[in-house]
């Protein structure tokens, strides 16, 4: 099987590639080998590892989007300044390959200057997210480790901000003294509204409704599963209160793992907002495919 | 050298022991067996291993405050429940030693119901520094790993909030993607000055806050001492917002590490108090003696 193209999201912790034909996707395949775990000349051997039987005679054209082109990556891809749209024709950098079957095409991200900020792979699940809804005016918001909420507005990011909501939730349930209490596959979706409902009426209180997770468990037995639901929802309570100037009134778009959006989702209606909800995967091939037509 | 009695402090990441004569402190150890580290039969090897050569041919008393007296501590010392005095009489545990010539008491640590929140060695603190400054009336701030705010009034704990400031910048600073941009000893005081007021002038978007120095690191070469400062002002600044119904007109003393204390004093002056300082091994000790004496 040789496919037409190969589609590549390559994130800080994994990579993940598609072989891609005429009708969308032939195979998936992934590792975990992310940008934040190889050196300069580590990126070739790692995409090769994944995708080797799928190259044919002649050179494939691989688009990559993602952290491989920052400055710790394969070869860096500087940042497009908003405003701007999403993804611009031929603004690919290539990467250097040995293996003459490898067309490497990398996607620069985004930058703002002030409020300075960044992005690398969210413009091109943006711009597939564009693609899907054509026309699409209003805020899509991309909830993950470093959450981003972009104005778009006739085609272009006009700007955007990150929330670290992701890994902090990731920082506090797993390595801070709350990790004791917090020990569950289960959710609770009562105690994530209550977090939510705390920290978006109280939001100056952020930094005191973290250790009440700790005393309630101690005092109260806290069951492990409403103790995590609700540090959720006061993360994403608080992410929701700094980013109401991007949403308030808006059309809202989220882009995400299904879960994750559906946690948003259900914290932005009981705001009385109507976001619609986009598969993150199906943006980003849609991104990918979007800049290679282009 | 045979001391009158021990004083001991054990946190959860380490041990002090003090030999105390008549006239203070005759000899201080530390080690790093922290409460945290050890099953409950590793207690009295881990404090024998400093105190055994003050030991005579009598029982010694040992008098402990902290995490030694928490559920998995060396025995459980129930909390006692605010409001109340931080210490009181004869309010100790004794831990089970096998050695005869320890006599081990554990002080009890202080909950409260509504808000739910608990502290455990603070308790013996605050009763030093209110031995230290008899007939204090007003709040007490205990800054650190997990910060607490007490308000006293007549000898008594009237209420108490905990903020786990130290513990999120040390999460941040060494374990997020920010560790990158923050390795420095230097301190920059007009970057914590600007986190500081970012933080006290938009509580609400501490979750924003904190991403842009990462950005402002890879757009703008943002130096690792502003952003560590900034990050620590930034922390500071959520407490202090969040904890302005204790402090604000409130006589204000600080119990901490110098360094800290400093910190929160430069903080609390730039919003117009005028806290006085004290040392928290300073306030520690004179604690132990208060409830020892009592």
């Known amino acids: ?36 775990k190889l050196a300069r000349d580590e990126f070739e051997p790692a995409i090769l590892a994944l995708v080797e039987d799928w190259l044919g005679p002649m050179p494939m054209q691989i688009v990559v989007c993602g952290m491989a082109g920052a400055r710790q990556g394969w070869i860096e891809a500087p940042y497009r300044t908003v405003p701007c749209p999403p993804v611009a024709k031929g603004a690919f950098i290539a990467a250097p390959a040995q293996n003459q079957r490898l067309k490497v095409q990398i996607l620069p991200g985004l930058s703002q200057e002030t409020p300075a900020d960044v992005m690398r792979g969210e413009e091109t699940q943006i711009a597939g997210a564009l693609a899907l809804l054509p026309g699409f005016d209003g805020v899509i918001c991309l909830p993950g480790t470093h959450s981003k909420w972009a104005k778009i507005s006739a085609g272009e990011v006009v700007s955007f901000q990150t929330f670290m909501t992701g890994e902090l939730f990731a920082l506090i349930s797993s390595q801070s003294v709350l990790r004791h209490g917090m020990v ?15 920290a978006l009426s109280r939001p100056e209180r952020f930094a005191a409704q973290l250790f009440a997770l700790r005393a309630e468990g101690l005092l109260k037995a806290l069951p492990p599963a409403s103790a995590r639901s609700r540090l959720s929802g006061l993360l994403i309570g608080a992410e929701l209160a700094a980013s109401k100037p991007y949403w308030l009134g808006q059309d809202i778009l989220l882009v995400g793992a299904k879960t994750l959006s559906a946690a948003y989702a259900s914290a932005l209606t009981a705001q009385g907002a109507t976001p619609r909800i986009l598969d993150d995967t199906a943006c980003t091939l849609a991104g990918l495919f979007a800049v290679r037509s282009q």
Do not use: Y
């Open 184 to 198: 569950s596959e289960t959710w609770d979706e009562a105690s994530f509204a209550q977090g939510l409902s705390d």
């Open 1 to 36: 099987m040789t496919p037409d193209w190969i589609a590549v999201d390559w994130g800080t912790s994994h990579l993940r590639v598609f072989a891609m034909g005429t009708d969308g996707i032939l195979a998936e395949r992934g590792s975990d080998r992310g940008m934040g």
